[in-house]
């Protein structure tokens, strides 16, 4: 049993209390590799942003969970040595799906969890984000709960259809699991296809798909029942269609694919949505610079030649979040 106090990680109890009185939302952004981790911690040292760390289960399989854990642990140190005084960093599960998983992660070191049993029967979900709560809260590890299902793929996580999140069940929901904060499904998906070209208009002009706005109505009647309580988004990449042409025109084939306009995401962070996560994104940033490199330079083989320069892309995709989209610069002096 290690906590994760003594790792230098933070739950995300106080960071989500700022962030709702102070108009902001913290950045939640997954991690695989050492360069995503060190461009994330590059990023939010250099803008004294506060961040949750994700390790999804896909993430777990592809680069090993004790790992992770160790690198998260070392990236409390890194961001020390940029000269990040007091970082503010949460080590966070993301979609866990089973009791056993989020306890494993309690146990290992993670600062929150997340129990995602959203496509169970209201009730079951119910029973089962309680029995993670009960558990976490013993250590003071933060839960984030889901109600309401989002469309897309991310790692593990299919569903075909989205289901809004009902406003009427949210007190409910709250109160009987005891959950810190709720990812609600507003009309944001997982993924860089976030919707299909027949629920979009087409921009006459570039060709680009322009998505439907999200339910910032449904947003408003949980924020109604539930005021002041942390709302999370999921699956809130903007699909930057720089990168998209970077990569279609190096080699990739990207067809159509389309995310959240940051402008929504400006206005949802100045609500009680409070932790926004992009993961798609970075990916992007990574590949287009990859493909870029070794599209340019075909002689090169050094890895550090092409995962260089996508470090520096990603760095530069997370100042960018921070700044301009979540509001959340200096906030963790
Ligand atoms: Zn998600």
Known sequence: ??????LGLVNTREMFAKAVDGGYAIPAFNFNNMEQLQAIIKACAETKSPVILQVSSGARKYANQTLLRYMAEGAVEYAKELGWEHPQICLHLDHGDTFELCKSCVDFGFSSVMIDGSSLPYEENIALTKRVVEYAHQFDVTVEAELGVLAGVEDDVVAEESHYTKPEEVIDFATRTGCDSLAISIGTSHGAYKFKPEQCERDPQTG???PPPL??????????????????????????QEYVDIINSHGGNLPDAVGIPEEQLRQAAK????????DSDSRLAFTAAVRKVLAEKPGEFDPRKYCGPARDEMVKLYKHKIIEVLGSDGKAE
């Open 208 to 210: 680009k798909l322009v």
């Open 215 to 240: 339910a910032f109505d449904v947003l408003a009647e949980v924020e109604k029942k539930l005021p002041g309580f942390p709302i999370v988004l999921h699956g809130s990449s903007s699909v930057p």
């Open 1 to 6: 049993m290690v906590n994760y106090k003594d």
């Open 271 to 278: 609500s009680a949505v409070c932790k926004i996560n992009i």
